[in-house]
């Protein structure tokens, strides 16, 4: 990637300018690409670390943009050509934005075309403002070529329209700041963006902390930098209930977003309360339609919303999700996550003989799936006591593990630990007490293990087995 010829341009910028074109790619009037700025929040972070040749190859970079989607090189080329076009524009906004005058000029010349007399007198007032406060003949004789008037008149300030463009101004800021930090937090990278101290030295005045878009985009931000505050995740959480549907779909998409990212974190660290919280995200989102992209669902996004509503035992929910909505899952990639979802619901609900039906229609040529598939054939041959068979899987497993060059050391240490935890849980007896408290309190000690969970009530069922 960093081989590219805008990646060459934009290295030569100052981290300031870089902001400055990334405002640009975020503004919706020059760019509504979603896939563009995703783009550049790589780019961005790529060349601000420290080591700016950090190796980052197209297909990883492609999988950062499109997880889980074949790598196709006319698309990703097609992005960085846009790209380059935008930011084309984006120096001549920079030189159109230097030059005051140009811009009485070109909103004189179109203000002529429009039969509007009031509207026509204030550009000219406007013009005749800028001509005053510069005062040089070059100035005014450029004037009187633009425009076929002298009527000139002031005109009292706009306090709305200045009230109205601070909170803009903020709320673009904020929004940059949010993206940044985001990324920063993917990349664990350090970027300090001096602009936001002034940010935040306005914020403390109450009239913007009122403006409920403000008061969240300011509580998103808190969230980010202060994760341990679960204040400013419940603030931000009554702020949405009141509020959000009073965005635009897209920007609803990014506060959802940022608070099941939140919700997510915490449940990673087992923290129980926030399993309800993350379920109740997806599903509002789910009913809002906030989650699909050009009328599709991810197949991330899809598995991500299932696995939040089993933790919770929302089972018919999950069945009447994946019914409604597998239509909206790429015709591709469809089946496989239709299969595998429902296989996954049955094996919360128990019915492993459905597991193993539903696991036979998968297609496996996706190493994630093999993973997960077989994972839950491991449970259900152990619940259903078909012992002879989950030997041989766990061989084939443990075989299949070791060759698998895309996962790293540590992913195969947790599934070499569930095949080495379930084998002991086939030959220990049920009167070897001192064995069973033995492995019960390694499999609990033990952060890297593929479903700690169930072998954990496995063991305990050996306990109480006669």
Known sequence: MMERKIIKVLEHLETEELLQFRTFIYSPYFNVNQEIINLFDIIYITLTQEKKQMEMGDEYVWQLLF????????????LFYITGSLFDRFISQQEYEKIPLYQHKIKGDVIQKVPNKSLQKKVHNE?????QKNDTYSVEDMVHTYFNTNIFRNLKGNKDAVRHLNTYYVLEKLNSYISIL??????????????MDYIFEMLLDRKYMNHPSINIFM????TLLDENED????????????????????????????????????????????????????????????LLENNEISVPVFRNIIIAALR???????????????????????????????????????????????????????VWYQLGAKTMQITAYYELKEFDALESLLNA??????????????RKKAYFNLIKYTKKLLYILPDEKAKIAKMRKEIEENNTVVTKTWLLEKVDELKTRR
Not at 313 to 336: G, L, S
Not at 397 to 410: A, D, G, V
């Open 67 to 78: 997880p889980g989607l074949p790598f196709d090189a006319k698309k990703f080329n097609r």
């Open 312 to 366: 919770v035992k929302q089972y018919a929910w999950v069945e009447n999700f994946i019914e409604n909505y597998k239509i909206y899952v790429h015709p591709k990639y469809r089946d496989n996550a239709v299969y595998f979802s429902l296989a996954r619901l049955e094996i919360n609900r128990e019915n492993y003989d459905k597991v193993l039906e539903y696991l036979q229609l998968i297609n496996y040529e996706d």
């Open 397 to 410: 497993y443990k075989m299949f593990i070791t060759r698998e060059k895309s996962l790293s050391k540590e």
């Open 182 to 195: 985001s990324l920063k937090k993917m990349y664990k990278t350090d970027v300090h963006l001096h602009f």
């Open 231 to 290: 204040i400013h995740y419940y603030t931000l959480r009554k702020l949405m209930i009141e509020h959000v549907d009073k965005f635009k779909i897209e920007v609803q998409k990014e506060i959802y977003s940022t608070a099941i990212s939140y919700c997510i974190n915490k449940v990673n660290q087992t923290i129980v309360e926030f399993y309800d919280e993350t379920f109740d995200l997806f599903k509002e989102s789910v009913e809002k339609n906030v």
């Open 127 to 131: 013009t005749s403002a800028y001509i």
């Open 219 to 222: 509580n998103i931000t808190n």
